[in-house]
C-alpha cells in the first residue's frame, strides 16, 4: 500500500495551518506543519517531504531564506519549493523564484484549486525566469543577504560587548561577596572550634552535638566560599611556579582529612612515596588535591572508603584519588569538569555543592601542562589521576 505524499507546510498563522491541512488532508496528502523557519528545515532534515510549501513572511528566517537553506539540503534537490503568500508587491514572485522556489502561490488560498495545483508541482511543473532577469534578481538578492548577514554580525558584537561587560560586573560581584561572607565566616568558625574544644568553658552533650553540627556546615560553607572565590582570582592571574617537595603540601591536608573522615565515619588511607621537588603553584597545587578529595569525601556514605595516592616518576608526579562513592554515568565524564554543572541523576541528590570543584581540578592541571584521568560509574566508586609533568627549574 503507497504511503500518501508527505507535504511540509512552514506558515505560522494558525488559520492558514489549519486551512490548508483540512484541503490538503481531504485529497489524501499528510501535511506536516512547522510555525518558523528553522523548525521547518529542521522538519525537512528528518521528514523528506514531497512537496514544501513556505510562506515568505515568516518572522525571523523569513521564507526567502529559508528557501535558499532547503536549496543547500542534498536530498532536498529535486523536491518543489512552492511561496505561498499574501506579499502581492511588484517582484516578489521574481524574488520568490530566485531564491530557490519552483512555484508562486498567492493568498488568500483557492481551496478548489489548490490540491491540483499540488499534484502538478509533484509531477514536475516547474516555473522559471528568463535567464538575464535571473542574473540581476540574483546578484539583487545576494547583495540584500550580506546586507541582512552584516546587520546581524552587528547585533551579535554588540550583544557580546554586553555579555562581556555583564560577566565582569558578575566576577566583581562574585569575588566581592565570597570575601564579604568569608570574613564573619572565619570568626564564626574560630568560636565554634574553641566550643568544640572546650576552651570556653563546659558544654552538655546536646550543646555538644549542636556546636559539632554547626561546625561542619560552616565548613561546608566555607568550602563552597573557598572555590568560589578561588575560581574567580585563577581565571584572571599567572600561576607562580616554585620548586617545591610535594609531601609538604600534602601532609596538612592529610591530616585535615583523617579528621573529617573520623567525623564521617569513612575509611581514609594515604598511599605515599618518597618524591623530588617539582615545580608547581603551591596554592594552585593544594587547591587540586583538596578538590579531589573534598568530592571524594562528599559522594561516598558513611562506611565506604577513599584513599590518595602519590607516585613519583623520572618526567611526572601521580596524584591520584579513589573512593567507594556513588559513582558517574560515562555520559557525564565530561560535563562535570563544566563549572557549576552539577550531576542530574537520583543518586546524586542530596549531595549539596557549587559544581566549581572539578573545574578549578581541571583547570590548575591544565594550566601546569598536565592531564585528569576519570575511571567511575554509577554504582562502583570514581578514581581521578591526575599526571603534573615536571618543569626544568626556571622555565
Known sequence: MNQPAQILYIEDNPDNQRLVQRVLSARGYQVVI???????????RTSHPALVLVDLGIPGLDGYETTTRLRSLPHMHGVPIIALTADASPGSRERALVAGCDGYLSKPIDARALPAQIAEFIDGRRERLPETMETELLRSYNQKLVERLEARVRELTIANAQLQDLDRLKDQFLATLSHELRTPLTSLLGYLELFDRGMLGPLNPQQEEAVRVMRRSGEILARQLNNLLYFQEIRS???????????????????????RAAQAQLQFEAVLTETQPIEVDRSAFEHLVRNLLDNAFQYTKPGGKVRLMVRDEPTRLIVRVEDTGIGIA??????????????????????????????????????HGGQIALRSAPGEGSAFTVAIPRRSVGA
Open 34 to 44: 512547522a510555525e518558523d523557519g528553522p523548525n521547518g528545515l529542521a522538519l525537512a
Open 237 to 259: 592571574r599567572s600561576l607562580n611556579f616554585v620548586a617545591l617537595q610535594p609531601l609538604d603540601v600534602l601532609r596538612p591536608l592529610i591530616a585535615m582529612f583523617r579528621e
Open 330 to 367: 560515562p555520559a557525564e565524564h565530561e560535563k562535570i569538569f563544566l563549572p557549576f554543572y552539577q550531576v542530574d541523576h537520583s543518586l546524586a541528590r542530596g549531595y549539596p555543592g557549587s559544581g566549581l570543584g572539578l573545574a578549578i581540578v581541571r583547570h590548575i592541571v591544565e594550566a
